[in-house]
């Protein structure tokens, strides 16, 4: 089993920055993939993207490309979500999972959540 812990979630202001942290724990977090996911109100759960267990392979969904950039630190049970450029449809409810292999879609643990809010 593993707990994920997202923070780092806040108000910020349209071109701003902000980075997410998702801390584990029960079992170390070099053995699994992470990824990030989003979900806007009254909108489906929305990929954003993944890591490998390494750190040494990314990948993005089209919308956050070049503004947004994952990393992990494995050494420290923790994944990254830094965000820049940030504009108002970033806005919603982030959250880190974490599962054997880089997915858009399936993972077999997840946090419980950070909110951002982007305003103009």
Do not use: H
């Amino acid at each position: 089993q593993v707990q994920l812990v997202e923070s780092g979630g806040g108000w910020v202001q349209a071109g701003g920055s902000l980075r997410l942290s998702c801390v584990a724990s029960g079992r170390a977090l070099e053995n699994y993939a992470m990824g990030w996911f989003r979900q806007a109100p009254g909108k489906e759960r929305e990929f954003v993207g993944n890591i490998n267990r390494s750190g040494g392979i990314t990948y993005y969904t089209n919308s956050v490309k070049g503004r947004f950039t994952i990393s992990r630190d494995n050494a420290k049970n923790t994944g990254y979500l830094q965000m820049s450029s940030l504009k108002p449809e970033d806005t919603a409810v982030y959250y880190c999972a974490a599962g054997a292999v880089p997915s858009v879609r399936t993972y077999a643990y997840w946090g419980q959540g950070t909110q951002v809010t982007v305003s103009t």
